[in-house]
């Protein structure tokens, strides 16, 4: 009997896809035992979009939360996502190798790269560097839908990545577009190009149609897939493990994962999102217009912020419209960050102005002039390049330099006496004064695993400082903390 074999992405693509990573560490921590003991093939954890939220927003040290957690992982490799680019910035390579080498030190074993264009060369520098830092280099292969991007194609790029001698390659569908109908001729050919590389498919549910994928692409051949544990499944975010698994042994398969020490994580999990009022994932309705202009859900709500803020929050459709056109444009790049957003933000402007690239982002610019990936130039309609380049901005542009720190260079820009590579990299993605903030918010919040809400109020009061005693007071029901010095 064939074994369906699962990674993990709650803790990383999940929460990312429905809590904006907002999932504090000591919501991870009561869980860890349970994932463990499931038998996933590996567990995704973080990457460097993490740093800023945790620094910034939650005020909690991505450094010790790792070194919380990781060591408890004892039978699970441990991975992270981190691509060529990082975020809307274009960074030194130095600073990805730093990154790199950092997770190795904190136990991280494996790494999935991206690069938004598919591109060989960008992957190969990445490799080295994941190499270099002593982790398993994966190629995230990024799907998408256009009229160049046929099976051959996705088949071409997995002989480049394979060529680079690595350990595993991923079809990532991140805006969940792909079908079941495409995934029975896609994922024969990109299982015949790896030729016998390990190839799993990533795939969200935006569209309703992620679960069904999975099982044309077990049925197909592809049998290591990516999941999440609900409530941080569906949605927005990768299928269910559950309804995976369930469906795969209905149709004769052996799924090689134990759901029981799974169901007390989505316990634990849903009352981490009721307490915190955080999403809870759900299947869409089908929509069919995603498949057309293709912009990732948590973008959609972004551009009608956009409009609303302008007074145009009626013409969310028409800047949808208008994202399809402006694609095909721009050569029809993957619609995966940062480039969705340089046309989703590219369309808005078109909408608002009332005329079509009258007004550029200095993104746009870069596009154009193949900064984001030589494509971009290249694949371009060449009356819109024109219109782009032939303004003072993008001349500015052109003769800005290109980042090139050195190592030494960032030690000496972010760092100084006493100060670690790890708090280098948060003050590089933050600031020196963000990281004095976080320090100065002390230890990171713990959550009951029983779920019990009063139970996590007294525990987060106890460790007030300011105060030396609490009086909870509700009908039939009082409660005093005290403060008591020791004896």
């Known amino acids: 009997m064939t074994e369906v074999r699962f990674v993990d992405t709650t803790l990383r693509d999940g929460q990312q896809s429905l809590w904006a990573y907002n999932m504090r560490t000591g919501m991870i921590v009561p869980v860890v035992d349970q994932m463990d003991q499931a038998g996933f093939e590996a567990i995704e954890l973080g990457g460097p979009v993490e740093l800023p939220k945790c620094v910034k927003e939650l005020r909690e ?138 190839v799993e498919l990533h795939t969200h549910c935006t569209t309703g149609l992620g679960t069904l994928c999975c099982l044309e692409a077990i049925k197909a051949g592809m049998t290591n897939v990516n999941t999440a544990i609900p409530p941080l499944a569906d949605g927005s975010s990768n299928p269910s493990v559950f309804n995976v698994a369930m469906n795969a042994r209905a149709l004769g398969y052996a799924a090689s994962i134990d759901e029981e020490p799974l169901r007390q994580v989505t316990k634990h999990f849903t009352t981490c999102a009721k307490q915190e009022n955080l999403p809870i994932g759900k299947t869409p309705e089908y929509d069919y217009a995603q498949y057309v ?23 969310l459709d028409q800047t949808l419209e208008e994202a399809a056109q402006v694609r095909a444009e721009f050569g029809y790049p993957i619609m995966v960050t940062p480039l969705s957003q340089f046309v989703g933000s590219q369309a808005a402007i078109n909408v608002i102005v009332g005329e079509r690239y009258k007004q550029v982002t200095d993104q746009t610019i870069e596009y154009t002039m193949g900064i984001w990936g030589k494509e971009g ?84 009061l106890s460790k007030q400082t300011e105060r030396t005693s609490v009086f909870i007071e509700r009908p039939n029901f009082s409660i005093r903390l005290e403060k008591r010095r020791a004896h």
């Open 61 to 198: 040290d991505p450094w010790e939360r790792y070194r919380h957690v990781i060591p408890k992982f004892e039978r699970t490799p441990l991975r992270l996502i981190h691509g060529t680019r990082s975020g809307f910035a274009i960074y030194p390579h130095a600073l990805h190798q730093l990154y790199d080498t950092c997770m190795a030190n904190v136990g991280v074993t494996e790494v999935r790269i991206s690069d938004s264009w598919n591109d060989p060369a960008d992957w190969a520098w990445r490799v080295k560097q994941a190499k270099n830092a002593g982790l398993k280099p994966i190629i995230n292969l990024i799907y998408t839908v256009s009229p160049r991007h046929t099976d051959e194609h996705f088949a071409a790029k997995v002989r480049e990545a394979i060529a680079l001698h690595i350990y595993r390659i991923i079809l990532k569908d991140p805006g969940g577009i792909l079908t079941p109908e495409r995934t029975k001729t896609l994922a024969p050919a990109v299982l015949n190009a790896a030729n016998g590389t390990t």
């Open 293 to 315: 202009h293709q912009i990732p859900g948590g973008m959609i709500s972004n551009l009608r912020h956009q409009l609303t803020l302008v007074g145009m929050e009626n013409k």
């Open 377 to 460: 130039a290249a694949f371009m309609d060449s009356n819109v390049k024109e219109k782009i380049l032939n303004r003072p901005r993008a001349k500015e542009i052109a003769e800005r330099p290109h980042p090139t720190d050195s190592l030494q260079d960032l030690r000496r820009k972010y760092g100084g006496q006493g100060v670690s590579d790890e708090e280098v990299l948060s003050r590089f993605f933050t600031s020196k004064e963000d990281v004095e903030r976080m320090h100065a918010a002390g230890p990171a919040r713990t959550y009951a695993t029983n779920g019990n809400p009063l139970l996590n109020l007294v525990a987060e």
